[in-house]
């Protein structure tokens, strides 16, 4: 298992499809933390991370050969699995909003996750909290994007194999999903303020 | 910078994303000058930094360890790994058989169907025997057959046509050798060289020469005495014209 350790993915994965057994437990040990966190920060269910981590996995078992190294990592190839095994689950709960629906972000917009004032001390355990619940809140695409770029520290172009998409559009939707939390985060009051103050911006030109 | 350019890089900024150090001056130093977008910087800070604590809480999650155990003990039932290579490996093996094996096929039927043995079989069907093609080369003619010719061409209008009509090769207007035209010649039906009107039969008998393949109107039968269909009257035939060393036209067949 120590010489495992030296191998990097592609080989493991490798090993693994010709039956190697301690390739396969290498290689989830490296990998089955990111795909756990991905899968329960984008459903807040450690019942659906846990189904999906296993789900992730049987699937690299069967279909591993499908993975092509010149289009990516690994461990993105993975979270891309995992991501398609999520939204999956959760339409089949009734999580999901309906995807690409667009016409709901504003009244999310609106919406204020909290009555205290996060932003004011996001050291406490609180606000940890309610950052997470304002992350859960997000509508798919952009909880994607949040979630592999500010919680998983994935790069803009792996985030981008991930989703399939162009690195513009994850740029796009991290803005507009960073957007969405704040206005979620910010306390109701200034939440009336909103329309002034995006005014008020929208006039300063210094 | 303004409002709206410090707005398309202040999460960038706040989240300590590389950035033109140019451009991260003038977006610090247009904070310190606008209190609105200093708020709005505030806020992506502290949002950032909402979010880094969260990430570093669930850093330390990892799945259970009993997944790793069910994962392992399916390994080991291989019930669930495909041998891939074996089984990829035999369906190619199966597809290339089945590919050889239509390839042989295809090459026996099309053999078959071009076998020159059906050209006699086709003239006995007709009830006589099929008349040899004439040569293309026709210095060898004589001029009472040339002669006989002209006045009587070789095809018989009354033969009933083939049932199923004969594929005929597409053909460049100019036959490169005698050759290939007489091969060309048994795939087809074609009157006799018929001397043209201002040249003497005579003048057949040179040697050397051209034939050119052509299409006439149909019209242009009658001028040789021969019958035109006249519900295709406005159709064109083809033809073979003689041209002698030359130059001139010296004889002209039809060819169906």
């Avoid at chain 2, 080991?76 to 050889?100: F, T």
């Avoid at chain 2, 080369?137 to 018989?156: F, G, I, T």
């Amino acid at each position: 298992m120590k010489l495992k350790s030296d191998v990097n993915d592609n080989d493991l994965l490798r090993l693994m499809l010709a039956g190697d057994e301690d390739a396969l437990s290498a290689l989830y040990r490296r990998r089955q933390g990111s795909v756990y966190r991905f899968a329960l920060q984008m459903s807040g269910s450690r019942s659906i991370a846990e189904d999906v981590t296993q789900e992730v996995f049987l699937f690299l078992m069967r279909e591993g050969h499908v993975f092509d190294d010149s289009k990516g990592t690994v461990g993105a190839f993975l979270l891309g699995v995992a991501r398609v095994h999520v939204r999956r689950r959760l339409r089949a709960e009734h999580r999901l909003e309906p995807l690409g629906d667009d016409s709901d972000d504003e009244d999310l917009f609106m919406q204020s996750a909290t009555d205290v004032c996060p932003l004011e001390d996001l050291t406490r355990a609180e606000t940890i909290e309610s950052v997470r619940k304002a992350v859960l809140s997000l509508p798919p695409k952009y909880r994607e994007v949040v979630v592999l770029c500010e919680l998983q520290d994935v790069s803009y172009g792996e985030t981008a194999e991930i989703l399939g998409c162009a690195i513009g559009t994850v740029r796009s939707r991290l803005h507009r999903g960073r957007a969405l939390l704040l206005a979620k985060l910010r306390p109701a009051e200034e939440v009336e303020e909103t329309g002034a103050a995006t005014v008020k911006s929208a006039r300063c030109f210094a | 910078m303004n409002c709206q350019r410090f707005e398309t890089v202040v999460s960038e900024l706040a989240r300590g994303q590389m950035m033109a150090a140019e451009q991260r001056t003038e977006a610090l130093a247009h904070s310190d000058a606008c209190d609105d977008c200093a708020a709005r910087l505030g806020d992506e800070q502290m949002l950032t930094l909402g979010l880094q604590s969260l990430a570093a809480e669930l850093e330390s999650l990892e799945a259970p360890r009993e997944i790793e155990a069910k994962l392992l003990a399916a390994f080991r039932a291989r019930d669930v790994v495909v041998p891939i290579k074996k089984g990829s490996s035999s369906r190619y093996w199966l597809a290339a058989i089945a590919a050889m094996l239509l390839i042989a096929i295809s090459v026996v039927v099309f053999r078959w169907s071009n076998r020159p043995a059906d050209e006699p079989r086709q003239a006995t069907q007709n009830g006589r025997q099929e008349q040899p093609q004439p040569k293309q080369d026709v210095s060898n003619k004589s001029n009472d057959q040339l002669a006989q010719n002209a006045e009587k061409p070789s095809v018989d209008d009354s033969l009933p046509q083939p049932s199923k009509p004969k594929r005929i090769r597409p053909v460049s207007l100019r036959r490169p050798n005698n050759a290939a035209v007489a091969n060309h010649a048994t795939k087809e039906i074609a009157t006799d060289f018929i001397p043209l009107s201002y040249m003497s039969a005579v003048s057949l008998q040179q040697e050397g020469g051209q034939i050119i393949r052509v299409q006439v109107p149909r019209s242009a039968l009658a001028n040789f005495g021969l019958p035109v269909n006249m519900d295709r009257y406005n159709e064109k035939v083809k033809a073979d014209v003689l041209y002698g060393v030359d130059g001139m036209a010296r004889a002209i067949r039809f060819v169906q």
